[in-house]
DNA sequence: CGGACGGGTTACGAAACTGTTACGGGGCGG
DNA sequence: CCGCCCCGTAACAGTTTCGTAACCCGTCCG
């Protein structure tokens, strides 16, 4: 079953968030400070309800570490706010939130975004699967990448655009396809950055890495030597 | 030019849109309600920009209609949603929705997502099916060419010129019409360009090179031979 | 028989593309 | 505050691809 880390600092908040959603079967986390939300982050959960206010680490803060990490900028996050002028800037900030509520909360509201954020998570294909390529093995939900049986690190930008030839392997994908795709549609990035990202990539594959073929002037394609 | 429609009940983001897209070179319709919308729809714009909050007729119900209608079916159409929560609906519904922006509406991410809707219609937006002629295979997608099931590199142009071949099969083409095809019409490439790429995939072909015949004074014409 | 046409081939310089390295900025962790 | 890592850009070098021109051949005439 799916689990949902709770974060706020009132307690009457968060028993009650939990008790709702246990009721409906979700496993629940709770954290009342951003610090530990950050530590029960990392277990990865597939959902996290955050307060904007909160002391020492506020809500904007939290999100802005969990986008760093590798490991957790994925993870969907719904804020909760009590001025609705807050509303503006989580809409505004590009801090990849989901979604938000208002307090005080409405239950049946509540559990009608987090079925939305599933849904949306399970019909946008969002569930990521392990690929393997060749030798290449691809584990999306851990940011792991083993090549040949090791595990080997990519930072984010090279596991994305790996990841992405990999979901295509055998097509030949455009520079501008990557750049749409993995920096988004309304990206300021050269496309010669395509190439630097390839090239680490390569390296990184090591006795592999003529899995990644070049098609002058068409793209790049992922495929196992034949 | 391509034709953009622009609906929404709210006169000034209708103007401040419309005058965004005619300053990029676009042609603008605009409709205030749903409508209008289904009415100037009729005409197969390019691309429809529609707002989801309207009176009497929504922007679901639009887009049903549209894509009830055979004439419409296939126009993309892009969201502007005022609630994130919205945002949810529009992926979660499978109504072929494009893409989605969220109000207040920021110009250059606007007009980065119409480029990117047409970008995507343009090369990926077909999709490009194998063809086969004799025992050529041609793989658009993967950007490959079988010859008797090896695999030959062909570069661009080349591989450009054969698949136009291929994909009419057995009909006689100009060197014009190839120019116009692949060349661009605007291109300024003395027509005997063609003579040599036709030289080098017949040189590819290998024990294959007849299926490209040339038909004095016309042009050229691929099939396998009787 | 000579010449005009159309087309096949080859050679070559220019242009287009890509691989790689180096550098600067920004963010995070110590 | 310092140092490290990730990322985007620029610059340089090495290839490949492309477009033309040139030359050659066969055919179809008068």
Do not use: C
């Amino acid at each position: 079953m799916q689990t949902i880390l709770v974060v706020d600092d009132d307690k009457d908040i968060v028993d009650l968030v939990r008790y709702n959603l246990r009721k409906e079967g979700f496993t629940v986390l709770t954290a009342r400070n951003g610090v530990d939300a950050l530590e029960l982050a990392s277990q990865r959960p597939d959902l996290i309800i955050l307060d904007v206010m909160m002391p020492e680490m506020n809500g904007w803060e939290v999100v802005k570490k969990l986008k760093a990490g590798a490991r957790t900028s994925t993870i969907p996050v719904v804020f909760l706010t009590a001025k609705s002028s807050e509303v503006d800037e989580v809409l505004g900030l590009e801090l990849g939130a989901e979604d938000y509520l208002v307090k005080p909360i409405s239950i049946p509201k509540l559990l009608a975004r987090v079925r939305a954020v599933f849904r949306k998570r399970t019909s946008a294909g969002t569930v990521r699967e392990n690929i393997a390529v060749g030798a290449v093995e691809i584990l999306p939900e851990q940011h792991l990448v083993m090549i040949g049986g090791r595990e080997v690190f990519f930072p984010r930008k090279e596991f994305e655009v790996l990841l992405y030839l990999a979901e295509r392997e055998g097509k030949a994908v455009s520079r501008e396809t990557l750049l749409d795709a993995i920096w988004g549609s309304d990206a300021h990035v050269v496309d010669r950055t395509v190439d630097v990202h390839i090239a680490k990539i390569r390296d990184k594959l090591g006795a592999h890495s003529d899995y990644v073929e070049t098609i002058k002037g068409v793209g790049y394609r992922l495929r196992p030597p034949a």
